[in-house]
T-cell receptor, first 114, second 114 residues
Framework: DAGVIQSPRHEVTEMGQEVTLRCKPISGHNSLFWYRQTMMRGLELLIYFNNNVPIDDSGMPEDRFSAKMPNASFSTLKIQPSEPRDSAVYFC????????????FGPGTRLLVL | AQTVTQSQPEMSVQEAETVTLSCTYDTSESDYYLFWYKQPPSRQMILVIRQEAYKQQNATENRFSVNFQKAAKSFSLKISDSQLGDAAMYFCAYRRQGAQKLVFGQGTRLTINP
């Protein structure tokens, strides 16, 4: 079975540019999570969706970040405009919404903003 | 707020030996879930093992086992017969019953010496 799919795997961009990260969750999973990993702050939950609806976006750093989930098999995380401090690894994870279910992570997108 | 602490930034072990990674957490909840994730150089976050707080029996997955001490709020991971492929960052994570947010520790980098 295919796991969580993320694209691109690597992204290098210049400050001020728009960046869009993409995620395809595991088929049948109805919860989707976006995490960011940095050396300074570790792994942080940015936002998560249940049944395509954003539930908690309190981890989104600022208005430059936005996330959408137009359907059950696709989500995007957009940064506009990007800044060097946004450089990090961004993970998407999915799970069943049932309490206690394990979250399965994608391979991550390494973002470098110059 | 719940916190997860991994007090060992780095650990090393000889191949075929046993190593234990420590994790403590702070919560006022009685029902929750604990996880160990492995992150090899590929960056993929891989679930190693999970433990439900209501279960007294320690979880085991092949060479991986946990020592769950609920009263002490301790959740250590034991890796037996260490293999070179076990080299990775290991993250301990907590999730409250009924919640979906994972709270991660800072991670422990495990090196396997041949």
């Amino acid at each position: 079975d295919a796991g969580v799919i993320q694209s691109p795997r690597h992204e290098v961009t210049e400050m001020g540019q728009e960046v869009t990260l993409r995620c395809k969750p595991i088929s049948g999973h109805n919860s989707l999570f976006w995490y960011r990993q940095t050396m300074m702050r570790g792994l942080e939950l940015l936002i998560y969706f249940n049944n395509n609806v954003p539930i908690d976006d309190s981890g989104m750093p600022e208005d430059r970040f936005s996330a959408k989930m137009p359907n059950a098999s696709f989500s995007t995380l957009k940064i506009q405009p990007s800044e060097p401090r946004d450089s990090a690894v961004y993970f998407c994870a999915s799970s069943l919404m049932t309490s206690g279910e394990t979250q399965y992570f994608g391979p991550g997108t390494r973002l470098l903003v110059l | 707020a719940q916190t997860v602490t991994q007090s060992q930034p780095e650990m090393s072990v000889q191949e075929a030996e046993t190593v234990t990674l420590s994790c403590t957490y702070d919560t006022s909840e009685s029902d929750y879930y604990l996880f160990w994730y492995k992150q090899p150089p590929s960056r993929q976050m891989i679930l190693v093992i999970r433990q439900e707080a209501y279960k007294q029996q320690n979880a085991t997955e092949n060479r991986f086992s946990v020592n769950f001490q609920k009263a002490a709020k301790s959740f250590s991971l034991k890796i037996s017969d260490s293999q070179l492929g076990d080299a990775a960052m290991y993250f301990c994570a907590y999730r409250r019953q009924g919640a979906q947010k994972l709270v991660f520790g800072q991670g422990t980098r495990l090196t396997i010496n041949p």
